[in-house]
């Protein structure tokens, strides 16, 4: 049972325009969420979190949506710019539980130069 | 910022022997570490949290005598994937934080080739 899920195992954006990447999830005791992002033969790295406290978070290009009653969050980019092209993993975790992590699928991001 | 190195990279192995991977946290201290396997176009899976000084807890489905995880100090955690065989082969991912809440940081990767 996937309790994470990212629906669209790609996407593709002109540079400069912005990046929406979608995440859903089932399991209502997350309240930790973070975004990683993965080039080939690299582990992931650490990008933005969001706490379930909060609605928003940002950091620069990179800000973290949560939508709690849809158990829903979005990641988006802007500018998006080519070296962002990389397989982002959604990723949630309860807090009490040492910081297990359970990750979606991944999508897939190719920016267009 | 906080880094954890893993070895080997790439590894490829005959069937029936056994293959030992290293995580290192080289700028923290980590009391947990936590191995994950991803399989080509899914999601990382975790397959056991490794905690200092304890045994390992693994997660359901994942045998703990095959894959046998050792953590003998803060900074160290193996992962040694015995008697291999060909559906062993897979991405190996280790993670780690520091004491505080950090978010895990990931090692690069072990790309486990089984023939």
């Known amino acids: 049972d996937q309790q994470v899920k990212q629906n669209s195992p790609s996407l593709s954006v002109q540079e400069g325009r912005i990046s929406i990447l979608n995440c859903d999830y089932t399991?209502?005791?997350?309240?930790?969420f973070l975004w990683y992002k993965k080039y080939p033969a690299e582990g992931p790295t650490f990008l933005i979190s969001?706490?379930?406290?909060?609605d928003k978070n940002e950091d620069g290009r990179f800000t973290v949506f949560l939508n709690k009653s849809a158990k829903h969050l979005s990641l988006h980019i802007v500018p998006s710019q080519p070296g962002d092209s990389a397989v982002y993993f959604c990723?949630?975790?309860?807090?009490?539980?040492?910081?297990?992590?359970?990750f979606g699928k991944g999508t897939l991001l190719t920016v267009n130069p | 910022g906080a880094v954890v190195s893993q070895h080997p990279s790439r590894v490829i192995c005959k069937s029936g022997t056994s293959v030992k991977i290293e995580c290192r946290s080289l700028?923290?201290?980590?009391?947990?570490m936590f191995w994950y396997r991803q399989f080509p176009k899914q999601s990382l899976m975790l397959m056991a949290t490794?905690?200092?000084?304890?045994?390992?807890?693994?997660e359901q489905g994942v045998e703990k005598d095959k894959f046998l995880i050792n953590h003998a100090s803060l900074t160290l955690s193996t992962l040694t994937v015995t008697s291999a065989h060909p559906e062993d082969s897979s991405f190996y991912i280790c993670?780690?934080?520091?004491?505080?809440?950090?978010?895990?940081?990931f090692g690069n990767g072990t790309r486990l080739t089984v023939t």
């Open positions: 993670s780690a934080r520091d004491r505080g809440l950090s978010p895990l940081h």
């Open positions: 990723a949630a975790s309860v807090v009490g539980s040492n910081y297990k992590l359970t």
């Open positions: 490794s905690n200092e000084g304890s045994k390992a807890t693994y």
């Open positions: 399991n209502s005791m997350f309240d930790y």
């Open positions: 969001i706490s379930s406290i909060k």
């Open positions: 700028d923290f201290q980590a009391t947990t």
